[in-house]
């Protein structure tokens, strides 16, 4: 911890023994540092803490005046292929308006309660807004706001082929990603959403077989839409201004669990997931289902939780944001008022232990289970969470580095971390 300091590196350290509290370690324990990704501990605690373990999203279909009204909650759930597929979910929709005799109908509404406003938290405006870590967020969002794209070399063939596999909609392809027996030239390739459908750039190596490509969409709820409306229309429900006005209060419901949400965003450290529970959270608990009221929201939960802490600001629930601060101190304190809820165990089961998810090659060969969430931005790594030992104790824990001066390389950063943490699970 000398040596990074040393090198240009701020390092801050809090552990404490649960549940008695007992402090084992403190350094700048008090001080405000970047948090990354370990965001996404505090807004799951302000979800469970707010929402409880057993939420639901519950999404509502109802007929008004002859159109599909969709009362949508933020659900993060709906992703092709997976248990919450959306093409299933909107067949549904399809099979009950014909069981209510319903064949047309005038248009397809969103109703987004208090989910409204910029689809992005205001400090991810520094980002691309096309890569797939920075999707936008909303009241309707399929597939974690992104596509989903299968590049392939065909034999012979001059252009690589390119399948969209997600959303469920079709996307006009511009351009195109060249073959190439060059293994270098063949290695500089992509898919960016544009307003108006996906543009190809690049080569890919004649050798690579097929490729995933995943980046952001503009505007999630628009895809949905319009993935709703070409759905039903295949199911044979069509859609016209002069369709019958029929009223259907209470058509169909569609339900996901938070549980569903917890995976990707704690596991995978999705980015989208993070902010839509904490949407769902302010739309639900305090009434503004905004990126700003998201966070409002966060902080009002974490607040109602473990008290005020000057230190902390929370301006996303994601940890992108880099006006984000949260003090080592705060983190472990959050984490031991976690551990001591009715709904502790499914926060402390939410995190990867070693060996799965963001934590995949640390802590896979040790005498003792962390559970952690990890956090990465160019100049800041984060790794908070608990430590079980073998005699059935536990420890919370919070390291964060941020760097001050110079450069640092990443892996020093992590290789501290995990020092730090066996050092803690021999106290």
């Known amino acids: 911890m000398a040596a990074l300091e040393r090198a240009g590196v701020r390092v801050g350290v809090a552990a404490v023994r649960l549940p008695e509290g007992e402090l084992l370690a403190e350094h ?47 659900d993060p759930n709906w992703t092709t292929g997976g ?23 005038r248009d397809v509404v969103l109703d987004p309660g208090t989910l409204t406003g910029p689809s992005r938290p205001g400090g991810w405006r520094i980002y691309d807004p096309a890569v797939a870590w920075c999707p936008p967020t909303g009241a309707l969002v399929l597939d974690a706001g992104c596509f989903e794209a299968v590049v392939a070399v065909r034999d012979g063939a001059g252009r690589a082929v390119i399948d ?23 290695a500089v390739y992509g898919l960016a959403a ?6 190809a750039w690049g080569a890919l190596w004649n050798k690579a077989g097929s490729r995933r490509v995943r980046g952001a969409l503009p505007e999630g709820d628009a895809i949905a839409l319009r993935a709703l409306r070409e759905c039903l229309v295949r199911a044979g429900v069509a859609i016209r201004a002069d369709a019958p006005e029929h009223e259907v209060a209470e058509l169909f419901e569609y339900r996901t669990r938070l549980a569903d949400a917890l995976p990707p965003m704690m596991h995978d450290s999705s980015n989208f997931h993070a902010e839509q529970v904490a949407r769902a959270l302010g739309a639900a608990r305090h009434g503004d289902g905004s990126c700003a009221g998201a966070a409002r929201a966060v902080a009002a939960e974490l607040r109602a939780l473990v008290g005020a802490w000057p230190e902390v600001t929370i301006d996303d629930a994601a940890g992108l944001s880099r006006d984000n601060r949260v003090s080592p101190g705060f983190l472990v304190t959050v984490l031991g008022g976690c551990a001591a809820q009715p709904w502790g165990e499914t926060f402390v089961r939410s995190l990867p232990c070693g060996g799965q998810g963001t934590l995949e090659r640390r802590f896979t060969d040790v005498p003792f289970t962390v559970r952690a969430k990890t956090g990465t931005l160019r100049d800041a790594s984060a790794l908070a969470g608990y430590v079980d030992v ?31 943490v066996a050092t803690l699970a021999e106290l």
């Open 390 to 420: 073998p005699d059935g104790g536990r420890i919370a824990f919070a390291v964060l580095v941020n760097l001050v001066r110079g450069r640092a390389a990443h892996p020093s950063w992590r290789q501290a971390q995990d020092r730090i």
């Open 83 to 105: 248990a919450h597929d959306p093409v299933a979910i909107m067949a549904a929709v399809a099979a009950r308006l014909q069981e209510h005799g319903i064949a047309a109908v």
């Open 164 to 186: 969209i596999v997600a959303p469920p909609v079709p996307l006009p392809i511009e351009g195109s990603i060249a073959v190439t027996p060059d293994k270098k030239k063949g």
């Open 194 to 199: 544009g307003s108006g459908g996906v543009r």
């Open 28 to 74: 700048r324990a008090r001080e405000a540092f970047l948090p990354a990704s370990n965001q996404k501990l505090l807004a799951l605690a302000a979800a469970l803490h707010g929402l409880g373990a057993e939420h639901e999203f519950v999404t509502r279909f109802a007929v008004h005046r002859g159109a599909l009204v969709v009362a949508a909650c933020g």
